[in-house]
C-alpha cells in the first residue's frame, strides 16, 4: 500500500507541474506583446484630428512659432527653439506630410511615423524624411504629442515599433532616397551639410537638445542622415531625459 501511495503522489507532483507549465504559457509575457508589435500591420493615418495635429506640428515647426507649439506638445521646454530657429534659416516648407501609426496595445496611444518631403530655400530638389512620434490623448481630451516621462512599458512598446518589419522597411527606403537626393543634386547636398553642421554646433555649445532632434543611431548613413532607431539611444544621465528622448527621436530624418 505504501508503494501505490508513493507512485500517486509522484503522478499528482507531475500532473501539477505540468498543469503549471500549461498555465505560464497561456499567459501574455511583454515578449509576446513586443513580438505583436514588431510584426504590426503599419496603416497610413486617417483620423483627421491626427492629421491635424501633425500638419499643425511641422507648420509650428517652420515658422518657429513656440506659442502654437506649446499647445501641440505635452511640454514645450523640450522644443529647442534655437535649433528651430536655425533650421529655419534653411527650410522653406514641409511636403507631402503622411503618418503612419502603431498603437499601442496597453492604453491607446500612438506611434506615429511621419514621412515628409523637406524644401530646402531655393532648391527645386525635395529633402526625404521620415520621423517618429509618441502621440497620446490629453485631459483636455485633445491628441497632443509627447514630451514628458514615460513608464517602463510605454518605453518597451516604442522600442519594439521601431523595430517593426514594415517601419524598418520605410527607414530604408527613405533613407536611400534622401541619399539620392544628396548625390544628385550638389547644390541640395551643400546647404543640406551646411544646415546640418549648424545644428550640431548648437549641440555642441551646450544649447538645449529637443527630444526632436535627438539623433539615437545604430546605422549612420555618410554624409549627413542618420538611420535612428529609438532602441540605440545615447545614455542620458537622467531617467526622464531618456524617457523624453525616446518619446519622439526620429527614426530616419535629415536633421
Given amino acids: 500500500m505504501k508503494l501505490k501511495y508513493k507512485k500517486l503522489i509522484i503522478l499528482l507532483t507531475v500532473g501539477a507541474i505540468f498543469l503549471c507549465f500549461i498555465i505560464l504559457a497561456l499567459i501574455p509575457t511583454g515578449t509576446n506583446k513586443q513580438k505583436a508589435v514588431e510584426v504590426a500591420k503599419l496603416d497610413e493615418c486617417d483620423d483627421d484630428a491626427i492629421n491635424t495635429l501633425i500638419n499643425n506640428y511641422f507648420q509650428a515647426k517652420r515658422d518657429v512659432d513656440m506659442e502654437k507649439m506649446a499647445e501641440l506638445v505635452s511640454d514645450i521646454n523640450q522644443i529647442n527653439q534655437e535649433k528651430l ?12 506630410i503622411k503618418s503612419y501609426i502603431i498603437k499601442n496595445p496597453d492604453n491607446g496611444d500612438m506611434r506615429i511615423y511621419v514621412r515628409y518631403d523637406m524644401k530646402l530655400k531655393n532648391i527645386d530638389t525635395l529633402g526625404p524624411c521620415l520621423c517618429g512620434l509618441y502621440v497620446t490623448m490629453g485631459s483636455d481630451e485633445r491628441y497632443i504629442i509627447y514630451l514628458s516621462a514615460l513608464d517602463e512599458a510605454e518605453e518597451s512598446f ?16 527613405v533613407t536611400n532616397k534622401l541619399q539620392e537626393a544628396i548625390s544628385k543634386d550638389s547644390a541640395f547636398k551643400q546647404l543640406y551639410e551646411r544646415m546640418d553642421k549648424d545644428n550640431q554646433s548648437i549641440v555642441d555649445n551646450g544649447a538645449t537638445t529637443a527630444p526632436a532632434t535627438i539623433q539615437p543611431t545604430n546605422t549612420p548613413v555618410q554624409p549627413t542622415a542618420a538611420v535612428t532607431p529609438v532602441a540605440s539611444a545615447p545614455a542620458q544621465t537622467a531617467p526622464q531625459a531618456t524617457a523624453q528622448a525616446a518619446a519622439s527621436a526620429p527614426v530616419a530624418t535629415a536633421k
Fill in 85 to 96: 530657429v536655425a533650421k529655419a534659416e534653411y527650410v522653406e516648407d514641409y511636403k507631402n
Fill in 158 to 173: 516604442i522600442l519594439a515599433a521601431d523595430e517593426n518589419e514594415n517601419v524598418v522597411r520605410m527607414k530604408e527606403e
